[in-house]
C-alpha cells in the first residue's frame, strides 16, 4: 500500500529564513501530489499541486515543490518565511483513484 | 451550500457511548471522505465514497465504525461503543471528479471528538 513519509514533525525558523519540508513517498506508478496547510483555527486547504507537465510547481503565498521521480519526493520549500506561515503542513498522494494518503504533518512555527 | 460543513463541531461522550458524525458536502461533488486526525498521526484516511460506486472502507479501524452516504449527498459516520483511543478530530472532505485522480480536496472544519 502506498504511504507518505514527513521527515520534520516539528520546525522552528526566524522570519525570513528558508523553508523546505522534505516528503517521500512509496508507489512505483503515475502519481499526484498534493501540499495541504492548515493555519491555526482555520480549514486544512490546498497549497499546491502537481498532476503533471513541469516538476517544480508554485502554489499560494510564494510557496513551491519540486517533484523528483527518481527520489519519490516532492520536498516543499519557501525561500523567505514570514510569521503568517506559522501552520502544519501535510503532504499527500493519490495514486490515480480517489484515495488520497495524507503524511503525518509538520508542524511549523516562525519566529517573528 | 457553499462549504464542507461537519456537525457536531465537539463531542464529548463517555466510553461505551455511540455517536454519529455529520456531513454535509459542497452542492455537486460527486466523492465524500472521512479522515481522522490524532495528534502526532497526521490524517488518517478512513473511508470514501464516490457516486453510485461501493464505498472504499479500507481505512476504517474496526468494525465499529461505519459510515453511509444518503442520496448522493449528506453522509453520517457513526462509531459504536466508543473507546479513549477514538479521541480525536474527524474530519470530512468532499471533491468533484478529476481525472486519473486528480482531485482536490476541500475540507470541513471537523468533529473534535472526546471520550471520557
Known amino acids: 500500500a502506498q504511504s507518505v513519509s514527513q521527515h520534520n514533525h516539528h520546525v522552528i525558523l526566524s522570519e525570513a529564513a528558508s523553508l523546505e519540508l522534505g516528503c517521500n513517498y512509496s508507489?512505483?506508478?503515475?502519481?499526484?501530489l498534493f501540499w495541504y496547510v492548515q493555519y491555526p483555527g482555520q480549514h486544512l486547504q490546498l497549497l499546491l499541486k502537481y498532476f503533471s507537465g513541469d516538476p517544480l510547481v508554485k502554489g499560494i503565498k510564494g510557496f513551491e515543490a519540486e517533484f523528483i521521480k527518481s527520489k519519490f519526493s516532492f520536498n516543499l520549500r519557501k525561500p523567505s518565511v514570514q510569521w503568517s506561515d506559522t501552520a502544519e503542513y501535510f503532504c499527500?498522494?493519490?495514486?490515480?483513484?480517489?484515495?488520497?494518503?495524507f503524511g503525518a504533518g509538520t508542524r511549523l512555527f516562525v519566529k517573528a | 451550500g457553499a462549504g464542507v460543513s461537519q456537525s457536531p463541531s465537539n463531542k464529548v461522550t463517555e466510553k461505551g457511548k455511540d455517536v454519529e458524525l455529520r456531513c454535509d458536502p459542497i452542492?455537486?461533488?460527486?466523492?465524500l471522505y472521512w479522515y481522522r486526525q490524532s495528534l502526532g498521526q497526521g490524517l488518517e484516511f478512513l473511508i470514501y465514497?464516490?457516486?453510485?460506486?461501493?464505498?472504499?472502507k479500507s481505512g476504517l479501524p474496526s468494525d465499529r465504525f461505519s459510515a453511509e452516504r444518503t442520496g448522493g449527498s449528506v453522509s453520517t459516520l457513526t462509531i459504536q461503543r466508543t473507546q479513549q483511543e477514538d479521541s480525536a478530530v474527524y474530519l470530512c472532505?468532499?471533491?468533484?471528479?478529476?481525472?486519473?485522480?486528480?482531485?482536490?480536496?476541500?475540507f470541513g472544519a471537523g468533529s473534535r471528538l472526546t471520550v471520557l
Open positions: 452542492s455537486g461533488h460527486t466523492a
Open positions: 465514497f464516490q457516486g453510485n460506486s461501493a464505498p472504499d
Open positions: 499527500a498522494v493519490n495514486t490515480g483513484g480517489f484515495k488520497t494518503i
Open positions: 508507489y512505483g506508478g503515475t502519481v499526484n
Open positions: 472532505a468532499s471533491s468533484s471528479e478529476g481525472a486519473r485522480g486528480a482531485n482536490v480536496l476541500t
